[in-house]
């Protein structure tokens, strides 16, 4: 008795490739096209602390800008200040921040700023939101045409405190 390879009924399922690709392509495409690209976002010039705190340059006479951000318990805003002058605990408090930073740097794009230098100190537990939205307030903002208007690019951190 012989034994065919082929069961009656049974029959070998071949999977269509060329759909497949079709369907991969057109995913590309859409994709492509649907992709904005935002030319300001993760434009920061930051310096980050060293183990140990750089020299200090004492041939600039620089007005130090340093911007403290204070965090509750849960990690939320509690407070913002610039120079020791309190702003508020609230998304106006960056607003804030955004017009005294140019009330200090006098207008945008001047030479002097080049120079000029924002010292971030944050709360160890503050949610990097906060952060992002001090850097943000700092460095510039949007005109009315959407284009970026840069007040100060350098900015650093403070060393990180230890939680209490």
Partial sequence: MRFSKQRSGYRRIEAQMAPMIDVV??????FMLTLKVVSS???????????????????L????????LTADE?????????????????DVAFERLNTEILRLIGKPGNPLTKDMEVEIDADFGLH?????????ACTGKMNSNGQPVKYIEKIKFSQPRKPE
Avoid: C, H
């Avoid at 392509?25 to 859409?30: C, D, E, Q, S």
């Avoid at 006479?61 to 403290?68: A, C, D, G």
């Avoid at 849960?74 to 609230?90: D, F």
């Fill in 25 to 30: 392509f057109l995913l590309l495409i859409f």
């Fill in 41 to 59: 976002e993760g434009d920061f010039s930051i310096n980050m602390p060293i183990g140990a705190p750089a020299p200090s340059n004492d041939d």
């Fill in 61 to 68: 006479p620089m007005l130090p800008i340093k911007v403290r």
């Fill in 74 to 90: 849960k990690g939320q805003l509690a407070g913002v200040s610039l120079n020791n002058q309190q702003l508020g605990n609230t």
């Fill in 128 to 136: 990097y939101r906060y952060t992002v939205q001090a850097i943000s």
